[in-house]
Structures are given as structure tokens and as C-alpha cells.
């Protein structure tokens, strides 16, 4: 149980660090490709959201 926290702390300190880099510069490559890469998970995101709820929307009799 308690590895288990302490895997996604971890987790969730990598995604921090990913998110906001100590030193991020405002422009450059990494700069646009930190925006790239936060556009298609935003994107890839909403899509599976969308998808969940076009499934869901009209369940089946049972």
C-alpha cells in the first residue's frame, strides 16, 4: 500500500518536472515542443472523452 503511494508521488513528480522544467527557457525548440506535446495529450484528452461518451450515450438493453 504504501509503495503504491509512494509510485505515484513519483509519478507525479515526473509530470510536474515535464510540465514546468526548472529552467525553461521562452523560446526556442524545447519551448515548442513542450506546447506540442501538452496540445496532443489535450487533444488525444477530449478525444477519449468524446469517445467514452458517444459509448455510453445510448446503452444497450439488457
Given at each position: 500500500m504504501i509503495r503504491k503511494r509512494v509510485?505515484?508521488?513519483?509519478?507525479?513528480?515526473?509530470?510536474?518536472?515535464?510540465?514546468?522544467?526548472?529552467g525553461m527557457e521562452n523560446s526556442?525548440?524545447?519551448s515548442s515542443m513542450h506546447?506540442?506535446?501538452?496540445?496532443?495529450?489535450?487533444?488525444?484528452?477530449?478525444?477519449?472523452?468524446?469517445?467514452w461518451g458517444l459509448m455510453n450515450a445510448y446503452p444497450t438493453l439488457a
Open positions: 509510485a505515484v508521488h513519483q509519478f507525479r513528480g515526473i509530470l510536474w518536472g515535464i510540465a514546468f522544467p526548472v526556442g525548440s524545447e506546447v506540442l506535446v501538452w496540445g496532443i495529450l489535450l487533444l488525444g484528452g477530449i478525444g477519449v472523452f468524446i469517445v
